[in-house]
């Protein structure tokens, strides 16, 4: 039997567990997209810090959420977050601004999950348009398509001392988006 991941908001107590995934999900993801040396010199300590400060830091703007999965053993295995939009784009008040899950929880439904329980923060927040932004070469912006995400903008930007291309995926409205955790079988 399949048992579906549990998304909750995180507390500082998970910074740990989201350090981990995001050190092990950069380093399966990245590869060729990023430069070597910045993905074996990722520090789980220092992320875990960072982390551990984002979360523990009061009054947040509001609709900035981060969510993480936890799976059937009670381990972290997926983080994700948004909040207000952070580059400008117009008609977009919202941002998802990260989303990764181990690899050996890909594939099940948790992404569109996340996605789903981001949209439903943010439209609680009071915003009805949000956007993300992916690396052009990560094969994830085609997730992101699948789940009704419009192509909006693409732009270089300097990352780890190379430059990098980017594309925007956007939602005009995020209702439909929000209703997914509701209905998976609603698609894009
Ligand atoms: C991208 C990611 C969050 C997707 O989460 P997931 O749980 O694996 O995806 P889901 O199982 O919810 O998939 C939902 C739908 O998207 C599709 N999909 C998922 N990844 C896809 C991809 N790379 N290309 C095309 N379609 C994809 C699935 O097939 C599914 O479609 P279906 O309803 O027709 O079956 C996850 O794979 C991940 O963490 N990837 C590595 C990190 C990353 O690149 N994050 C994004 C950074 S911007």
């Known amino acids: 039997m399949h048992l ?30 990023l430069p070597d040396r910045y993905l074996v010199g990722l520090s789980m300590a220092a992320h875990e810090k960072r982390w551990r400060g984002l ?10 959420r981060t969510f993480v999965a936890q799976g059937a053993g009670g381990g972290i295995i997926g983080f994700a977050s948004c909040g207000p939009q952070r580059t400008g784009l117009p008609g977009f008040g919202g941002e998802f601004y990260a989303l990764y899950l181990l690899d050996q929880a890909q594939g099940q439904g948790t992404g569109r999950r996340f996605l789903s329980v981001m ?27 699948r789940l009704g995400g419009d192509l909006l903008a693409e732009q270089p930007i300097g990352f780890a001392g190379t430059t990098l291309m980017e594309v925007a995926y956007g939602w005009t409205d995020l209702v439909p988006l929000a209703r997914l955790a509701a209905d998976p079988r609603v698609g894009g």
């Open 4 to 33: 579906a991941s549990l998304i909750r908001p995180a507390s500082p107590a998970d910074a740990a567990g989201i350090a981990h995934v995001h050190v092990e999900s950069w380093r399966s993801t990245y590869p060729g997209m």
């Open 55 to 64: 979360l523990s830091g009061s009054a947040p703007p509001r609709g900035r």
């Open 119 to 145: 949209a439903q923060n943010l439209l609680a927040a009071g915003t009805r348009a949000a956007m993300v932004w992916v690396l052009r070469d990560n094969p994830s912006r085609y997730f992101y398509e």
